[in-house]
């Protein structure tokens, strides 16, 4: 068989899938169909950042990245810039704004703002959108592809992969890209979960819901101390939430998959150090010796945790500072700056953010983000091997290897280069 059509077809109505489609029209070329198995397409737009959308951050590099080489991230991010972005957004409708976190949101609060103006420019460049349409399968044929899917065949020059991840099912990502990718020639960096909740067994969590604190939480493999994340906690019933959780998941996920022998620890004192805490605990016993061991601790973290990290440590709160015992100072200096927090997995594709994974870029031109396995095959997304960290930077990576493989397809003339 061979194929005769100019159309390119993006599987993937997600950001990544809207924005390929978008530009690849702006900047000419072949037609552009856009086929998604929802009846209602962008589910995950709708539901992220709170119903927010952090459309992305005030300062994007390569370093709020991980997985796959930071100099092909870099270059990816480079064909379209925060800057930019912001622009773009500006220019369909939807003006953001930076909160003191750095992140990006629309200035409506409001995440349906954001779905609505992609669809109505898609619509406005003549991106025909195929809704309730799953694709079953991608067969390479001389002169582009046939899509098998539950509304029959099509035919396309080119076809642009951005089906996403794993994370967030019900959202429509079931790693189906991951399967046709690998069917098309890719090989598969295994996945995980990553931004996900983790859970906790035999901690203080229980006695904690719902209660937020600042921490920094280090990731130790065999033994020895590696990443340190800094920023918000959440402490719920199940474990442990929140920036500073979200973004070591995917570390503690991945040292797991490696069959390193992982743990978490939590600093209530970031940047400082047990033996700079237990002597600063000696000099207020000298100057404050009728304080209470709780009363100081009340100074340090929220009243209801310093209860509850003195119970975990059975130690008496009522103590005053002056009759306080080495053992006991020590142990309080301890569990303030490295607490042990038994995770035991955490919650799962299910109340992931994103997914860590996916195709390597080794196997994408990252000017084109053309497959090197399969010529006319295109990736965009969290389908491959990137994740970033909590905050709009996954969302920054859609826009931006969205805008590069539209650059790739319009490179093409229409269609891709025969075999």
Partial sequence: MRVSSREVIVVGAGAAGLATAIFARRLGGAPVRVVDSAARPGAKILVSGGSRCNVTNAV????????GRRSVIRRVLSRLTVAQTIAFFEEIGVPLKEEPSAKLFPRSDRSRDVLEALLAAARAVEVAISPATRVHRIRREAGGFVLETSRGPLTAAAVVLATGGLSLPKTGSDGGGLLMARQLGHSIVETTPALAPLLLQGSINADLAGVAQD???????????????TGAMLWTHFGISGPAALDMSR???????????????????????FESLDAAFTSVAVSHPRLSLHGALSAMLPASAGAALLEHIRADGSVRLAALTRETRRAVSHALTALPLPVTDSRGYNHAEATAGGVPLDEIDPSSMESRKCPGLFLAGEMLDVDGR??????QWAWSSGRAAAEGLARTAGGPRRN
């Fill in 251 to 273: 570390h503690w996920l991945r040292a797991r998959l490696d069959g390193h022998a992982v743990a978490v620890t939590a600093s209530f004192r970031a940047g400082e150090r």
């Fill in 215 to 229: 921490v920094e939480l280090t990731l130790h493999i065999d033994g020895r101390a590696g990443q340190r994340i």
């Fill in 390 to 395: 909590l905050g709009g930077f996954n969302f």
């Fill in 60 to 67: 994007v590099t390569d370093r709020d990245f991980w997985g």
